[in-house]
């Protein structure tokens, strides 16, 4: 697929698509020294179908999360300060430094958060969408979950409502083939996650996770399918996680085979197989993408400097921002 984007359109998906890659990349070195507390899930192998996906929407779409969702809101265009200091349990992260890597949200590109409750941001984003119906703005909702979240009963329960009331919503299956040390082969004996859609009256489509365009175009049509009242989509992106289930697992457990790991991580890195289609397709010079790096590098390091000049919340704010009305202290 060529895809009819501007090339300043193609270049910010490598630069966003880079941002998630550095801006993870100095997580786990920080989380190694103890200074990101708690569990830090990347998506090193997967920038390809977030960046697609979240390129196809408008900056007031509404997006949901999972526990490995840092890397949504910068597809979505989020600048990265906010979301470091977040990781670093800071006061000025986008959540006040009380969410931290697996519940964080950036309202300022649309993203409602993550939850670590797996499955749970599907009628999260179902209920999202039936605002944007109710308000009769035509803002949609985009759900990321993965193929283990698809074994749950949200799933069911979230997808079929969201058929029935034909909800502006769009369902994207981050199929990465395992839920922790789970294949998915003994998971669920469907196929495709995306086969499921017929069975609750809508389409379901397969795409390359690892082609952002071919993402890019599954989702840009599910969107519009979505903003003009016909109902949500589920779109399932086979890809592949390259780091462990979460950093700093500290072992090696064993369910995936070396062969398997290396041949995606060589082969089927979506940021280089991008880079070559940059470069051999668009004809964009190497020297204008292999820039992007460098300058994300410096956002990237910026944003940790900004993250460790933070103060940490102070204990008087613990319930602020938390509950509707918070509990006197
Ligand atoms: C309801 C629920 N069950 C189990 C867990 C423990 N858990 C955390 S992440 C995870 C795997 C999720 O797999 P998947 O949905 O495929 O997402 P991935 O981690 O592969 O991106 C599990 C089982 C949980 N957090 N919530
Ligand atoms: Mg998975």
Not at 119 to 143: E, H, R
Not at 232 to 242: D, G, L
Not at 270 to 293: K, V
């Amino acid at each position: 697929m060529k895809a009819n984007l501007p090339r300043q359109e193609l270049l910010e998906m490598m630069r966003r698509m880079q941002r998630i890659r550095r801006f993870e990349d100095a997580a786990i070195d920080l989380h190694k020294k103890g200074r990101v507390p708690g569990a830090l899930h990347t998506s090193h192998g997967q920038e390809g179908e977030i960046v697609g996906a979240c390129m196809s929407l408008r900056l007031d779409d509404y997006m949901v999360g999972n526990h490995r969702s840092h890397g949504h809101p910068i597809g979505k265009g989020a600048k990265l300060r906010g979301l470091m200091a977040e990781l670093l349990a800071r006061k000025t992260g986008v959540c006040a430094g009380k969410g931290g890597s697996m519940h964080l949200a950036d309202f300022s590109v649309g993203s409602l958060g993550e939850t670590s409750i797996v499955g749970s941001g599907i009628p999260v984003a179902a209920g999202a969408a039936l605002g944007a119906k109710m308000k009769g703005s035509d803002q949609v909702a985009l759900c990321f979950f993965g193929d283990g979240a698809a074994q749950e009963g949200a799933f069911h329960e979230g997808i079929n409502m969201a058929a029935v009331w034909r909800l502006p919503a769009i369902f994207l299956c981050e199929n990465n083939g395992y839920a922790v040390s789970t294949p998915i082969s003994t998971s669920t004996l469907t196929q495709n996650i995306a086969d499921r859609g017929p069975a609750y009256g809508i389409p379901g489509v397969v795409v390359d996770g690892q082609s952002v365009l071919e993402v890019y175009e599954a989702v840009t049509n599910a969107v519009h399918r979505a903003r003009s009242g016909q109902g949500p989509t589920i779109v399932e992106a086979k890809t592949y996680r390259f780091m462990d289930h979460t950093a700093n697992m500290g072992r090696d457990l064993g369910y995936r085979p070396a062969a398997e790991v290396e041949e995606w991580r060589t082969n089927r890195d979506p940021i280089e197989l991008f880079r070559r289609r940059l470069l051999s397709e668009f004809e964009i010079p190497a020297a204008e993408i292999d820039a992007i790096a460098g300058e994300v590098d410096a956002e990237v390091r910026d944003a940790v400097d900004f993250g460790e000049r933070s103060a940490f919340p102070e204990p008087a704010e613990a319930w602020t921002d938390v509950y509707a009305a918070p509990i006197e202290a």
